[in-house]
């Protein structure tokens, strides 16, 4: 006697593969790339509806990830801005992470969360501290103002990029209340001296009457991608959280893996951009006097042409 | 080729094939299976899924490590994103294959619908085509202790499903 369920399975396996099947691989992949972005559904045809539809994006971000998908962090194509002295984390339509700043004098910036500084290729995030009204880089520490010109400690090479914007709705107050971003700015040339400098202010410090709670960008975990070689299969089109574990072989060879065992490399991808040579030599091999990189177990990153670009660093992300 | 992931002219394509074929040819059949079951029985469905991991394989093959989890994984996904695409329902019937009578796995297929796509991928390659539980982790990129799991709960969902035992030997 056996479970029904395994005699049916037996029946199953006499399935012949269709016989005409190769021919079809030859002719190149067919079926459509992965699902685009959700596109905003809401279309401002004056300032009424743009008003409308920016309470309806706030009220459904709030209950589900509209204008997101399990592609990407892709946000809405029109952003709120937050009351006025208020800075808020939000992702661009390309996942892009950005901070929308409201200033205090009622103006607005849009600025890059990515530091200007790339250490062994690895790009870097800024976080928002209220108190000092500053973004610094989370593991070198370099202080941008508010509207990201370099202001202190670093290494930093400039200051941080900003993007252009178009107000689609005011408040009751003339304020901004929503925007479109547009294309990305250069940045403030100001720099940090070549070498980092001995003495680094505190990251946020306590200032009477202000928050010293940093503000950082949420993953949501249904977005996160289990492991780098599900990314790279399904090719999505922008930035992306991925779960991973950084795996620099003795020649340099860098991968993102979802488990490391020993130098073998599971649910991985290859990366590019990051000096895998050097930080071996300089870092990993002084450190641990052996391969592998666990700096981080989550990453946001590019796909593209196969691989895994642009690695960032984001362990100290919250995720919910 | 040029950029990776760029445009493959044919003749460049059946260049990097020949390296695939032999592959194409152990593993294609199982992989044909499972994609047929996974998908409910949708016979044009496995065949695109399995063909499109196939030639997405043959157009990255420079920088694939070990190709056949590679293709198992976009295989499974790609399925994956077509059935969540489509949100239709099992098919009353599956589509005939040569080899078998579908009535003959029109129970199993609806049982094997109601698992979770994890623990019904993980079913069919354990048990229909035989792969170890650390070889499924490592054809679906997830722990083989997950696998375990997926193996356990949807053999314990089948049985409750298809309760009736049969005689094997008739």
Request: glycine share 10%.
């Amino acid at each position: 006697m056996a479970d029904r369920w395994r005699t049916e399975l037996e029946k199953l396996r006499r399935a012949e593969l269709p016989g005409d099947l190769w021919e079809r691989v030859l002719e190149g992949p067919r079926m459509e790339p992965p699902p685009a972005r959700a596109r905003s559904r809401l279309v401002a045809a004056g300032t009424a509806l743009a008003v409308f539809a920016v309470a309806a994006l706030v009220a459904l971000r709030a209950f589900g990830p509209l204008g997101t998908s399990v592609e990407t962090l892709a946000g809405p194509e029109v952003l709120p801005v937050p009351a006025r002295g208020v800075t808020a984390p939000e992702f661009l339509p390309d996942g892009r992470p950005v901070f929308v700043v409201h200033h205090e004098d009622g103006t607005v910036s849009v600025v890059d969360a990515f530091s200007p500084h790339r250490a062994w290729g690895f790009e870097e995030l800024v976080i928002w501290c209220p108190s000092t009204r500053q973004f610094v880089e989370w593991a070198h520490e370099a202080h941008f103002d508010e509207y990201g010109a370099w202001r202190s400690a670093g290494p930093a090479p400039s200051g941080l990029a900003t993007f252009a914007f178009r107000v689609v709705a005011r408040d009751a107050g003339g304020d901004p209340s929503a925007i479109r971003v547009g294309a990305m700015q250069s940045p403030d040339p100001g720099h940090s001296p070549a070498v980092t400098e001995p003495s680094r202010p505190p990251i946020c410090p306590e200032v009477a009457g202000r928050s010293n709670r940093v503000v950082t960008h949420v993953i949501d975990a249904s977005q996160i991608w289990p492991t780098p070689a599900d990314a790279v299969a399904a090719a999505p089109d922008g930035w992306i959280a991925v779960r991973g574990r950084l795996l620099v072989a003795q020649d340099g060879f860098v991968q993102l893996c979802a488990e490391i065992d020993g130098e073998r490399c599971d649910g991985g991808a290859v990366v590019r951009g990051v000096d895998g040579v050097g930080l071996l030599v300089n870092v990993i091999l002084p450190v641990s006097g052996k391969s592998g990189y666990e700096t981080s177990t989550l990453w946001l990153a590019r796909v593209r042409g196969g691989v895994i670009d642009d690695p960032t660093i984001a362990s100290f992300l919250p995720v919910r | 080729m040029g950029e990776v992931g760029g445009a493959v002219g044919r003749r460049e394509r059946a260049e990097l094939a020949q390296g695939l074929e032999e592959l194409y040819r152990t593993t294609a059949p199982q992989l044909w299976r499972a994609i047929y079951a996974y998908v409910g029985g949708r016979r044009h469905l496995a065949e695109d899924v399995v063909a499109e991991a196939f030639a997405r394989a043959i157009e990255r093959a420079p920088e694939i490590r070990a190709p056949r989890p590679w293709i198992f994984r976009t295989a499974f996904r790609i399925a994956t994103r077509e059935l969540r695409r489509e949100r239709r329902p099992l098919p009353p019937s599956p589509d005939p294959v040569p080899g078998i009578d579908p009535a003959d796995v029109q129970d199993l297929l609806g049982a094997l619908w109601s698992l979770s796509p994890n623990q019904r991928a993980a079913v069919l390659l354990h048990d229909e085509e035989g792969f170890t539980g650390p070889e499924i982790a490592r054809l679906l990129g997830m722990s083989a202790a997950t696998v375990r799991v997926h193996v356990f709960r949807g053999r314990r969902r089948l049985r409750e499903l298809l309760s009736v035992e049969e005689d094997v030997d008739g």
